[in-house]
C-alpha cells in the first residue's frame, strides 16, 4: 500500500497539470486581498474627490510621496529603528509570557496570583504606557521596548496559557511509556500542540507591538515611524502622515503575507493529512 500510494504521488507531482493546478491555488489565495485592497483605493479615491486634495490627498499623490520616501532611503533608515523596537518588545514579551504562563500550569495560587497582574495590564491603555515609559527612561528605545513590553504580555500569557491548559494527557502518557527524553518530548508531543497558539499569540503580539511603538516613537522619540508621522503632523502635511503610514502598513502587511504564511504552511504541512484521518 505504502508503496503504491508513494508512486501516485510521484506520478502526481509529474502530472503537466501539477503546476497549473498550484499557480491556480495561489491565484485563488491572492484574489481576495487583493480585490480587497483595490476596494479601498476606490473608497479612498471617491471620498478624496469628494473632500478635496487639501484635506485628504488621492491615492496617486500618497503614492509619489512614499515613492520619493523610498528612494532617498529615508523610509529604510527609519523603518529598521521602528522594526528593532519592535522585535526586541515582541521577543521579551514571548519570552516573558511563556514564562508566566508555565509556571501557572498545575499551581492554582500562581494562576490566581498572575491571572490578577494579566487582568491588570489588559486594562491599562497603550497610551498611558507610553507616558510612563517616557517619564521613566526617557527619550531611549528603552522606553518603546518597555511599552512593547507591558501591552503585548498580558495577550501572549493569555493566550498561551490557553495552549498549555490544552495538552492532551494521553499523548504525555504514550511519552512516558516510550521513555523519551524531555527534548524528544518538546519537540514531539508539546511543541506541535503549542504552534497554533504561539502564532496566534506571534500575530496578536506583533499587532500590538508596532502600534504601541510608534504611539512612543510620536511621543518623545527622535527617530522611527512615528516620530516622522508626528513631524509631518507638526507640519500639517496630510500627504506626509499618509505616505509614511502606508508605507509601514504595507511592509507590516508583506511581514504577514510572504514572512508569517508562508512558515505557518510549512509547519503545519501535516494537518491536511491528520484531518482525513478516520
Request: one cysteine or more; a positive charge; aromatic letters at 12%.
Amino acid at each position: 500500500g505504502q508503496r503504491r500510494f508513494g508512486f501516485h504521488k510521484k506520478a502526481l507531482m509529474r502530472h503537466p497539470l501539477a503546476g497549473f493546478q498550484k499557480r491556480t491555488s495561489m491565484g485563488s489565495r491572492l484574489a481576495a486581498p487583493v480585490g480587497a485592497a483595490l476596494l479601498l483605493l476606490c473608497i479612498w479615491w471617491l471620498a478624496a474627490l469628494f473632500k478635496g486634495s487639501t484635506y485628504l490627498p488621492g491615492p496617486e499623490a500618497v503614492f509619489l510621496e512614499a515613492f520619493g520616501l523610498v528612494v532617498s532611503g529615508e523610509f529604510l533608515r527609519h523603518f529598521i529603528a521602528t522594526l528593532g523596537r519592535i522585535a526586541g518588545g515582541f521577543c521579551l514579551a514571548l519570552l516573558g509570557g511563556g514564562l508566566v504562563a508555565c509556571l501557572m500550569r498545575g499551581n492554582e495560587f500562581l494562576t490566581r496570583f498572575f491571572q490578577f497582574q494579566v487582568t491588570l495590564g489588559l486594562t491599562i491603555p497603550s497610551l498611558a504606557w507610553s507616558v510612563i515609559a517616557i517619564m521613566a527612561f526617557g527619550l531611549t528605545n528603552a522606553a518603546a521596548i518597555f511599552t512593547a513590553v507591558a501591552v503585548t504580555t498580558p495577550i501572549v500569557t493569555t493566550t498561551l496559557f490557553e495552549g498549555i491548559k490544552s495538552l492532551d494527557r494521553d499523548l504525555t502518557e504514550v511519552s512516558d511509556v516510550y521513555r523519551l527524553d524531555w527534548r524528544n518530548h518538546l519537540r514531539l508531543i508539546v511543541f506541535p500542540q503549542l504552534l497554533p497558539y504561539l502564532f496566534a499569540a506571534g500575530r496578536t503580539g506583533i499587532g500590538l507591538a508596532w502600534k504601541t511603538v510608534v504611539i512612543t516613537e510620536a511621543f518623545g522619540l527622535t527617530d522611527g515611524l512615528g516620530y516622522q508621522i508626528a513631524y509631518s503632523f507638526s507640519l500639517l502635511s496630510m500627504r506626509g502622515v499618509l505616505a509614511w503610514t502606508l508605507l509601514f502598513t504595507v511592509a507590516m502587511m508583506a511581514v504577514e503575507y510572504w514572512l508569517l504564511q508562508r512558515v505557518e504552511r510549512r509547519l503545519f504541512l501535516w494537518k491536511p493529512q491528520a484531518e482525513s484521518l478516520p
